[in-house]
């Protein structure tokens, strides 16, 4: 439960909702205010305790049970246990909504220690005496009635130039309890069993200080009395009384004006939470100047008057059984004998005369009291037409008919009057139906234009994916495509790896050839050298044959024919000699010719052997390097495969 706010009388709890039925009911601006609860919980309206009159307009505007009010019921009953001396005045209305437990009740208060019950309809008697003879003295004509405090207040907040035509004299209760304190005597603390939540601030006003303590409100008092069981043997009030009996009807006290000056004087009846106030706001000008018809006006805040007060039970407020009751009583007061100042035969000059009679030890200024002007606390500013245009333009109303649609929602009976609560900061713009209407419409065109773009990109969004499936489809198809050159390249690889293989190993037996080859070059060359040294050899052998050859020729000439056949193996041997030197000379041709051979071979075979090892050195860099290819594309296979299982999976979705 939040806490209560105990300088308002009235005040808001936990369940109310921002309806905003509570400013639409209020009649003084400022005293229902919108405010933002803590921890997002919305909005509510307060009750601004410097503005609120008490009226109890809220009260029965709320259907949600949100507006309560306290009193001083609790601290009656605590005080009464301590033992504090305390009387009990009552309202004549508690007679007439309670006939059958009354004497009862009042039997229970005595039991818990009340000392005297007086009825507040003898105070009423008291009030009555006091407007006429006020009248009469001063000549005041035109004046409001103030036995309502809720009036009081409205006009000390909101009105404080009417407070000079604010009846001076003292309501019933406090006419009452100045009777009870200076001719009675009683010293008591003094409870007041109240129709009215308001009567708490008549109590309170430093202008009736000390006279009564305590407001003990019907609907208070009885749910204690129920709780409790506050109930005694009959007891009843003890002062004799009149008409006052009748003020809780409404034009109760005109009527007692009737009863003593006679029906032709002019009285101004009204009442109603609402169309009081309203009323007095627009005929203050008149009220204020002297301008009306009317001995007084006779105002008072509750519609059916204080026998259905803010304090009483709203299910017999539903009947008019209280008004039965009360007509009763009426009829009483009027059959007391003759010659008493209620007697019905008598005329009202007669009537006047005996009542003056009755309260001619009365002082008059005792019953008189004074009022303070309360405006400045209450008060609030018109904005002027900029500012009011700021406010409207605020809240989107840019044109006349969107200022003057006045529906009432807000609370407010006009758009206008809305304005003047959001520039004194006593409700908020959210608080426009109209406004927050139009928030939803632009949201609703906000939703609307989202929707088309959501579905406009919903639509790219599918045609995107169309694509993107065809993409993924094409590129499933070029994956394909590539797993088979891969696969094709792969094989290839493996092949040209064999193959690279081969070559290598011929290659080396080539360069293993060519090596072998140099060597058998080399000593073909050795060879080649050995046999020219040979060759030369046999030319000097065939020159020493030749030379021998000759010099065997000579011998045999010399022997004769003795020396013919030696001449015959001179000449063979020449001949040899000749043959073995023309070989010689032959074969060293033939030697240059192949040791030139030899020699081009060989560095052929050096150049071949130098080119055989790059191309070996090659092919086995070739191998490597195919092996790696083939390494590297399983590794793009298993890659393609990868990215191929995830299209697949994205076409699928």
């Not at 407070?163 to 200076?182: D, E, H």
């Not at 021998?548 to 000699?577: D, H, M, T, Y």
């Not at 195919?626 to 890659?639: D, Y």
């Amino acid at each position: 439960m939040k806490n209560i706010d105990m300088s308002s009388l009235v005040y808001t709890n936990d369940e109310c909702i921002g309806c905003n039925k509570c400013i639409n009911a209020c009649p003084a601006m400022g005293a229902c205010m919108s405010v933002d609860e803590a921890a997002g919980s919305g909005r509510k309206i307060e009750v601004n305790a410097d503005y609120c009159v008490a009226c109890g307009a809220c009260i029965d505007a709320c259907k949600h049970g949100a507006r309560k009010f306290y009193d001083d019921t609790e601290q009656f009953f605590e005080d009464l246990k301590k033992g504090e001396k305390i009387s009990v005045v009552i309202a004549p209305a508690f007679l007439a909504n309670y006939p059958k437990e009354y004497g009862s009740v009042l039997g229970g208060l005595k039991k818990c220690g009340v000392n005297r019950i007086i009825s507040i309809s003898f105070g009423a008697d008291i009030c009555t005496w006091g407007y006429l003879n006020y009248i009469q003295k001063y000549d005041y004509v035109g004046g409001i009635s103030q036995p309502c405090p809720a009036v009081v207040r409205y006009i000390e907040n909101y009105i404080p130039e009417l407070l000079p035509k604010l009846f001076p004299v003292q309501s019933p209760l406090m006419c009452g309890a100045i009777y009870m304190r200076k001719v009675l005597g009683i010293n008591d603390k003094i409870a007041f069993i109240s129709p009215c939540i308001a009567k708490k601030m008549e109590i309170e006003d430093p202008n009736n200080a000390g006279l009564v303590q305590y407001n003990v409100t019907f609907t208070h008092l009885m749910k204690y009395v129920k709780e409790n069981n506050i109930y005694g043997s009959d007891a009843t009030d003890e002062i004799e009384y009149g008409l006052g009996s009748i003020y809780p009807t409404p034009g109760g006290l005109k009527e007692n004006v009737y009863w003593f000056l006679g029906e032709d004087v002019a009285v101004r009846q009204i009442e109603g939470e609402k169309r009081l106030y309203e009323w007095l706001q627009k005929n203050k000008d008149r009220i204020k100047g002297g301008k009306t018809p009317f001995v007084f006006i006779d105002a008072l805040n509750c519609e059916s008057g204080c026998l259905c007060g803010t304090a009483v039970d709203p299910k017999i407020s539903e009947t008019d059984d209280a008004l039965y009751a009360i007509l009763k009583i009426k009829e009483n007061s009027k059959k007391n004998k003759k010659g008493n100042a209620w007697s019905k035969p008598d005329t009202p000059q007669r009537r006047l005369a005996n009542f003056n009679k009755q309260f001619k030890n009365l002082n008059l200024e005792d019953y008189l009291r004074k009022y303070t002007d309360r405006s400045s606390k209450a008060s609030y500013k018109e904005p002027n037409e900029k500012q009011r245009n700021e406010i409207y333009d605020s809240m989107g109303k840019t044109t006349k008919e969107s200022r003057e649609i006045d529906c009432t929602c807000c609370g407010y009976e006009t758009c206008k009057e809305m304005t003047k609560a959001i520039f004194n900061g006593f409700n908020v713009k959210e608080n426009c139906i109209h406004y927050q209407k139009d928030l939803v419409q632009q949201e609703v065109m906000r939703a609307e234009q989202l929707a088309k773009e959501v579905e406009k990109r919903h639509d790219e969004e599918i045609a995107e994916q169309k694509r993107l499936v065809k993409a993924i489809s094409d590129i499933n198809t070029q994956f394909e495509e590539l797993n088979t050159a891969i696969d094709i390249m792969m094989n290839g690889n493996k092949s040209n790896a064999k193959d690279s293989e081969s070559i290598a190993e011929k290659i080396t037996d080539v360069s293993k050839f060519t090596a072998e080859l140099k060597d058998s070059m080399e000593d073909i060359r050795t060879l080649i050298d050995q046999l020219a040294v040979d060759s030369n050899k046999v030319v000097e052998i065939a020159n020493s044959t030749n030379l021998l050859s000759l010099n065997a020729s000579i011998e045999a000439a010399r022997a004769g024919e003795a020396g013919k056949g030696f001449a015959v193996v001179a000449s063979q041997i020449s001949a040899l000699a000749a043959n073995s030197k023309k070989t010689a000379g032959n074969s060293t041709t033939n030697q240059s010719k192949i040791d030139g051979a030899v020699v081009d071979i060989m560095k052929r075979s050096e150049i071949l052997a130098s080119g055989i090892d790059q191309i070996n050195s090659m092919t086995h860099n070739l191998a490597k390097s195919t092996e790696k290819m083939s390494v590297n594309t399983e590794s793009i296979r298993e890659i393609v495969d990868s990215v191929k299982d995830i299209l697949d999976q994205l076409t699928k979705k």
